[in-house]
Each structure stands twice: as C-alpha cells, then as structure tokens.
C-alpha cells in the first residue's frame, strides 16, 4: 500500500475517520493504532505524531459519539401540542442511536476513565443537556410539578437500559416475538408507560 506524505494537510482528521471505520466493525478494546494506521495509509510513527496514545483517540471518537447523539436529540421538533410524542421522540431518538452504533455507544457509557479530557466532559455535558432542557419543557408544558433534573435523570436510566437490554442480551428480541411487536415498538410502550 501507498504511505501518504507525512506532511498530508488532513491526516489527523484521516486517522480519525480511519478510527470511525474500525470502531463501526469491533469494539475500541479490539483494534490497535497500527490498524488505523494501515487504514489510514501511513506508518504507525505518523500515527503518533498527530497523538499520544490510542487512549487519547478513544477520548476523541467518544466526545464525536456524544456530539452525534446530541445532534440527533436536537432535532426533535418540541411540540407543545403533543409533549407526549416530543418526549417519546426524544427517547426513541437515543435508543436508536445505541442499537445502530453499538460500539460507540459502548465506548461512551461504558468505558471508566481514570481522568476526562475536557473536550469529553464537553460533549458529555453538552449532550446530557439536551435531555434536561427537553425535560424541563415537557414538564412545564404539561403543568406538572417534577424538577426537571431527577425527570431527566429518570427518562435517561430508563433509555438507557433498555438500549443496554438490546445491545447486549437477546431479551428484546424473545419479548419482541412474544409480544408481536418490533423493538421499536416496545420502547415505544416503556416511553409511554414512563409518563
């Protein structure tokens, strides 16, 4: 294979898309910065000249994982004649994106860190954020009472173990045949049940 000029104007972003690619196929803790650099056409020094460890690139992949789920959640209409269906979106948009990119999600919420970079609280913080604004809108909408906080932190806990219910048990899948309706559906019903 060609190397790329070590001297390529885009090559951080190259390893980093290089990254993306590897991280779509197996988990973080399978591939190897020798990997992306063969993927990214480059010797594994050039690798390390744009980072310090394949650490630091998981750090980055999952501040990039938080900022797509954000960005996913911040399209979601809020809709003050149907609160219901926003936050039901709301959720649904999160387990999708768990269920698609399992890798990511995996890396993002279950990966301990020791010390975050800042860029990583950023996107953590930025993202949970969506949550708890879409919170607070729907409770005022609806005239109810609840702080928005511990709503937020109850519809995530609930989304979130279900999207862990179907990345990493086949329980969803037997219910799903059981109870005639997709995985979809059933998050559906638990979104609605919730509220």
Partial sequence: MKRS??????????????????????????????EVATLSGV??????????????VLEILAS???????????????????????????GLVYIQFAIKNPNYYRLMFQTKRIKESNILKRSKLK?????????RFYLKTKRR???????????WSLVHGYSNLCIETDFPDTES??????????????????I
């Fill in 145 to 155: 009472n609840e702080k928005h906080r511990s709503f937020a932190l109850m519809a």
């Fill in 43 to 56: 010797s594994h020094a050039a690798v390390y000249r744009h980072f310090q460890d394949k650490e630091e």
């Fill in 64 to 90: 990039i994982g938080f900022d797509r789920l954000g960005s996913l959640q911040k399209k979601v209409p809020q809709n003050t004649k149907d609160p219901d269906g926003y936050f039901v979106k709301l």
């Fill in 127 to 135: 993202s949970y954020a969506i949550l708890v604004r879409g919170c």
């Fill in 5 to 34: 000029s070590y001297h390529h104007g885009d090559l951080k972003n190259s390893i980093i898309r290089s990254c993306h690619k590897l991280l779509q196929k197996k988990g973080a803790s399978d591939f190897s910065l020798r």
């Fill in 177 to 194: 045949k059981a109870l005639k309706k997709t995985k979809a559906e059933m998050a559906e019903d638990i979104l609605r049940f919730s």
